[in-house]
């Protein structure tokens, strides 16, 4: 089984819920589809959408919440 990655679009700070009050986009073991929404990265005060460009099972969350990241920079792993 070959593992897959879902990749910052862009550096800034990785936001794995869509508001400190909500539940995160993904938790390992959950669904991915070709699309979805699984984070957001933020650079200067904007919110961009991390969109999975795979489907696949979350295996690892591997950018914490509220971590900065760098483009290309590994997010989630999936299955």
Same mark, same amino acid.
């Given at each position: 089984? =070959?593992?897959?990655h @879902?990749? =910052?679009?862009?550096?800034?700070?990785?936001? $794995?819920? %869509?508001a400190?009050?909500?539940? %995160?986009?993904?938790?390992?073991?959950d669904m991915?589809?070709?699309? &979805?929404?699984?984070g957001l *990265? /933020?650079?200067?005060?904007?919110?961009?959408e991390?969109? =999975? &460009?795979?489907?696949?099972?979350? +295996? $690892? @969350?591997?950018a /914490?919440? &509220? +971590? +900065? *990241?760098? +483009?290309? !920079?590994?997010?989630i !792993?999936?299955?």
């Open positions: 089984m =070959s593992e897959k @879902i990749l =910052s679009p862009l550096p800034g700070t990785f936001y $794995r819920k %869509p400190p009050d909500k539940p %995160p986009f993904k938790d390992v073991g991915v589809t070709l699309g &979805e929404v699984v *990265v /933020e650079v200067m005060k904007t919110f961009y991390v969109k =999975s &460009e795979l489907e696949g099972k979350v +295996a $690892r @969350i591997l /914490e919440n &509220e +971590a +900065a *990241v760098q +483009a290309g !920079e590994p997010l !792993e999936l299955e």
